[in-house]
């Protein structure tokens, strides 16, 4: 039986006080689903994406710069700041779908 690759899970902060961090996991979830793209293959594996919310990433600069929560990538260690419920369309599809980093987003 094949492997599947190590999932790819997406850390969300919820530490701010508008816990928009939590509205922002909810969100990328429902884009996940919505794009299809729960399940990626890649260089012909299966990849799972996992949402995951958790406390302060340490990042906090970054949270109360805007009001958006920060995101870590895992593995890959891109980190996004100041993300909003609006952005997560465009991580889901951008970043996991096409590769691309959202430069707008990165902070580190
Ligand atoms: S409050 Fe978000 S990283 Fe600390």
């Given at each position: 039986m094949k492997s599947s690759a190590a999932p790819t899970r997406l850390f969300v902060c919820t530490a701010q006080k508008s816990e928009v961090g939590k509205e922002v996991a909810k969100a990328l979830k429902v884009e996940l689903k919505k794009q299809g793209l729960k399940n990626l293959f890649s260089g012909g594996e299966k990849r799972k994406t996992r949402v995951q919310t958790c406390n302060c990433l340490d990042l906090c600069k970054h949270c109360k710069k805007g009001p958006g929560a920060a995101l870590i990538m895992y593995p890959e260690g891109t980190v996004y700041g100041d993300?909003?419920?609006?952005d997560a369309a465009d991580i889901v599809r951008?970043?996991?779908?096409?590769?691309?980093?959202?430069k707008r987003l990165l902070i580190e």
């Open positions: 993300v909003k419920p609006k951008e970043h996991l779908g096409e590769g691309r980093v959202i």
